[in-house]
């Protein structure tokens, strides 16, 4: 059965910080790749996804993610934090044509103003 | 992303209770899915429905547990005889279908059992 990975459970970072969060996953196939964002209180949001072309993805509020195919990682990346990306962060991911995405366990960030 | 509706947002029920959970998809959206969300667990997968049929339930406790989505309504997911352990934030999904895995979700559920 496909798993995702999140190595880090709990992120304390200052703001400016730079940050990147790790995802790694098992399926050796052709996946698409997802990382949401919850915010304190709020529902999951989509932060940023990849289904094919660039592996550098941009997403919103300043993300990037980076698909590594020889790896299986699809890490996230932000070059300076601020106090509002507190929050969890998932990655998800789905086996092509599958219609049931795999999530990790959610990092949780918390960043220091 | 208020499209995805989901109520109550918090239901307590004490042991051996009955809770419904309801989930209205977004606008042309035909496919609902359920997560349950413990500490420490993130997300975890239990049953994906179309109108009318449950295409997987592999993640479903095989008792206590059951979902549909109505030709009409919204979609329901009731935990019978309620335990502590059924605890949880229960969230909501839903996708028009294209089998990308991109999913929409709505605010959760959070169910306290007493």
């Known amino acids: 059965a496909q798993s995702v990975s999140q190595h880090n459970h709990h992120v304390i970072l200052s703001e400016a910080a730079s940050l990147e969060l790790g995802c790694n996953y098992s399926y050796g196939g052709t996946v698409n790749l997802f990382w949401y964002v919850q915010y304190p209180g709020q529902h999951l949001q989509l932060l940023l996804k990849y289904f094919s072309g660039d592996p550098l993805v941009k997403g919103i509020k300043g993300f990037e993610a980076e698909f590594i195919k020889s790896k299986f990682s699809f890490n996230l990346r932000k070059p300076s934090v601020q106090w509002s990306d507190t929050a969890e962060y998932f990655c998800?991911?789905?086996?092509?044509?599958?219609?049931?995405?795999?999530f990790g366990r959610g990092t949780s960030l918390i960043v220091h103003p | 992303n208020a499209g995805v509706m989901q109520n109550p947002r918090h239901l307590v029920r004490r042991r051996g209770q009955e809770a419904r959970l309801r989930c209205s998809p977004m606008?042309?959206?035909?496919?609902v899915y359920w997560y349950r969300q413990l500490p420490e667990e993130g997300l975890k997968f239990m049953v994906y429905l179309q109108k009318e049929n449950i295409i997987d339930e592999s993640g479903m406790p095989k008792e206590r547990f059951s979902a549909e989505f109505p030709k009409e309504g919204p979609s329901i997911l009731r935990i019978q005889q309620v335990v502590r352990g059924d605890s949880a934030a229960y969230f909501c999904?839903?996708?028009?279908?294209?089998?990308?895995?991109?999913?929409?979700f709505g605010e959760g559920s959070r169910l306290t059992v007493l």
């Open positions: 998800a991911v789905n086996q092509w044509r599958s219609y049931i995405p795999t």
């Open positions: 606008k042309g959206h035909s496919h």
């Open positions: 999904a839903s996708s028009p279908g294209e089998n990308t895995g991109e999913l929409f």
